[in-house]
């Protein structure tokens, strides 16, 4: 395997459920759906992509970009995520929170006032920035979620279910909105969803898991 991403053989336990010997490759800039009904074990991996779940007795390997990452702590992988129940703070205020990861990081006030402006435009938040959770729309929250995952320009992406819940009209938006993000960029992406038509419809390649 040579892709940006590589699991190799990763096994998986949580509770009951178990997934063992699971590979998979995602080519740099590729966007992948990885799809499947509930309970295949699909959010799990991700979560072991991501660092928030450990492979069941260090078993398999996770390399991103070349580098293995696999016992790195979340934050050291360079991986944004979009959770399916965007959790935003009901405190602060949209630009607060596209601006959260570089002040963290401890940014210059300039780098991250140009980086909160270009991911504003990117996503339609211009006129929303001063305003807080309470005052969104669900369309308008995923936005944010995904300008917040983006913000510190994060080697992978990871998208859970990231447009579930959304009524007929915002889906199409907000669909549009990450593909055109995803492709701005440049940002190499795994899309999980349970959906045939959000995964054919976001990604480069669909994978489907039993």
């Known amino acids: 395997m040579s892709g940006f991403l590589r699991l190799e053989k990763l096994a998986v336990r949580v509770g009951?459920?178990?997934?063992?010997?699971?590979?998979?490759?995602?080519?740099?800039?590729?966007?992948?759906?990885?799809?499947?009904?509930?309970?295949?074990?699909?959010?799990?991996?991700?979560?072991?992509?991501?660092?928030?779940?450990e492979a069941w007795r260090q078993a398999g390997k996770i390399y991103l970009g070349g580098e293995d990452v696999t016992n790195l702590a979340a934050g050291g992988r360079g991986v944004g995520l979009v959770p399916q129940d965007v959790v935003l703070f009901p405190t602060m205020t949209v630009r607060e929170h596209l601006a959260f990861g570089p002040r963290l990081h401890g940014w210059k006030r300039k780098a991250m006032g140009e980086r909160v402006e270009s991911l504003a435009v990117g996503l339609g938040l211009e006129d929303l920035l001063e305003r807080l959770p309470k005052g969104l729309s669900g369309g308008e929250s995923r936005r944010v979620a995904l300008g917040r995952a983006l913000a510190l320009r994060p080697r992978l992406l990871c998208l859970d279910e990231a447009l579930s819940g959304l009524d007929e009209a915002r889906h199409e938006d907000v669909l549009t909105m990450i593909r055109a993000m995803i492709e701005r960029e440049k940002v190499t992406t795994l899309h999980v969803t349970h959906s045939i038509v959000e995964a054919r419809a976001l990604g480069d390649r669909v994978l489907e898991m039993g």
């Open 16 to 53: 009951a459920f178990e997934l063992r010997d699971f590979s998979l490759e995602i080519a740099e800039g590729e966007c992948l759906s990885l799809m499947g009904p509930s309970g295949c074990g699909k959010t799990t991996v991700m979560e072991v992509i991501c660092g928030l779940r």
